[in-house]
T-cell receptor, first 117, second 116 residues
């Protein structure tokens, strides 16, 4: 089954304790991205990756890191989480934005609810 | 900068009736895509319908259709014959055709409650 898998789905942690949210897709997609969802703000892009070893900042990258060592994986790293990073996080992927096959559709994971105390 | 606005935080509709969710956007681009995503209580983001700006014909997917008014920069979603399973938060989203970031710009969301 084609899917984007995120882990963990739920996490409660404390300020300053490093954590990683993993994201894996099995569709051979080149493009992957992370969004955070907050009430009244919709979803906002944190980071994106056009392909392996190519990453760039989105609109709200502060406090986050990413890596893209393999095509299928795109982990989101919070080196020192703070309460303002309490949010619902989504990983998403699509075939490519470099070719002229851009349909715009993103395939989303099921979301990771993170609470930082 | 592009923006997307959903001015209805919450809406409700009786089962089997029709409801329209509003969305306006702002852009200076001429080539772009518009989307409606559904987020049920399971939190999964599900693509409902997609519209290319260069197409004049409004997109339709079964009970879901859009009213795309390019000059007015309006992109409303009509749900016909509402079903209990349509209860969800709905997000309107925008992406430029020339995007090299793949970024979707989302509205704030509208929570729709379908009542039996």
């Amino acid at each position: 089954e084609a899917q984007v898998t995120q882990n963990p789905r739920y996490l409660i942690t404390v300020t300053g304790k490093k954590l990683t949210v993993t994201c894996s897709q099995n569709m051979n997609h080149e493009y992957m991205s992370w969004y955070r969802q907050d009430p009244g703000l919709g979803l906002r892009q944190i980071y994106y990756s056009m392909n392996v070893e190519v990453t760039d900042k989105g609109d709200v990258p502060e406090g986050y890191k990413v890596s893209r060592k393999e095509k299928r994986n795109f982990p989101l790293i919070l080196e020192s989480p703070s309460p303002n990073q309490t949010s619902l996080y989504f990983c998403a992927s699509t075939l490519s934005y470099m070719r002229r096959v851009n349909t715009g559709e993103l395939f989303f994971g099921e979301g990771s609810r993170l609470t930082v105390l | 900068a592009q923006t997307v606005t959903q001015s209805q935080p919450e809406m409700s509709v009786q089962e089997a009736e029709t409801v329209t969710l509003s969305c306006t956007y702002d852009t200076s681009e001429n080539n772009y895509y518009l989307f409606w995503y559904k987020q049920p209580p399971s939190r999964q983001m599900i693509l409902v319908i997609r519209q290319e700006a260069y197409k004049q014909q409004n997109a339709t997917e079964n009970r879901f259709s859009v009213n795309f008014q390019k000059a007015a920069k309006s992109f409303s979603l009509k749900i016909s014959d509402s079903q209990l399973g349509d209860t969800a938060m709905y997000f309107c989203a925008f992406m430029t055709g020339s995007s090299n970031t793949g970024k979707l710009i989302f509205g704030q969301g509208t929570t729709l409650q379908v009542k039996p």
